[in-house]
């Protein structure tokens, strides 16, 4: 059974960092993909970063660009972790955990859309005052 639990949401001034945690239970799958999705009021859920079994890691090319963000996993505390730094309003949203039982979705942008995604989280809050 599946289980994604976000954590560590809140509230930051224009600047600080945050680090978000997904507590997870991905049994019986060993091949995998996760991934952070996040998704502001009125706006469509947008990819952020994912990683699969392998480790291997992608970004969208926003975060990309401004290298804010890294993702990163504890296979032992099965937990998936989402680094923010220099958080600006525009990264306030609700951020949401996500995962497939399919460890290649994380190249070719599959990852990207939120269909893809078998498995979600209930989100956690991120508020980013100026």
């Known amino acids: 059974q599946v289980q994604l639990v976000e954590s560590g949401g809140g509230s930051v001034e224009a600047g600080g960092s945050l680090r978000l945690s997904c507590a997870y239970s991905?049994?019986?799958?060993?091949?995998?993909?996760m991934a952070w999705f996040r998704q502001a009021p009125g706006k469509q859920r947008e990819g952020v970063a994912a990683i699969n079994d392998a480790g291997t890691t992608m970004y969208s090319y926003s975060e990309l660009q401004k290298g804010r963000f890294t993702i990163s996993q504890d296979k032992a505390q099965n937990t998936l972790y989402l680094q923010m730094n220099s958080l600006k309003p525009e990264d306030a949203a609700t951020y949401y955990c996500a995962a497939d039982a399919r460890s290649w979705l994380v190249s070719g942008g599959y990852w990207e859309s939120t269909s893809n995604f078998a498995f979600w989280g209930q989100g956690t809050q991120v508020i980013v005052s100026s």
């Open positions: 991905i049994r019986p799958y060993t091949h995998y993909t």
